[in-house]
């Protein structure tokens, strides 16, 4: 879902598959790090990591919360104007 406001566009993306523990939220970020249960799933580890950096480049910020048994939700917010 994305959505705008007079100040910051915001795209929220929801995951639906397994819940992240807290010890993997704290390291989704890294380059290459794969939490136990997807390694068995293709993928290399980086794209998270390369959504970060792009998203602090445009002076935004990325939040990971997992409000539901099952699933992720990320919040990406960038400002609409950069200073």
Known sequence: TATSSA????????NTGQT???ADKERI???FYRAD???????SGL????VKEAVEA??????VTS????????T????????
Do not use: D, H
């Not at 409000?67 to 990320?74: E, L, Q, S, V």
């Not at 990406?76 to 950069?82: A, E, Q």
């Open 7 to 14: 100040n910051e566009w915001r795209l929220v993306v929801y």
């Open 20 to 22: 992240l523990a807290q």
């Open 29 to 31: 970020y890294e380059r």
């Open 37 to 43: 249960k997807a390694r068995s799933a293709e993928g």
């Open 47 to 50: 794209g998270l990591a390369i």
């Open 58 to 63: 445009l002076s935004g910020q990325i939040v």
């Open 67 to 74: 409000p539901y048994k099952n699933g992720t939700k990320f």
């Open 76 to 83: 990406v917010t960038l400002p609409l104007f950069l200073a």
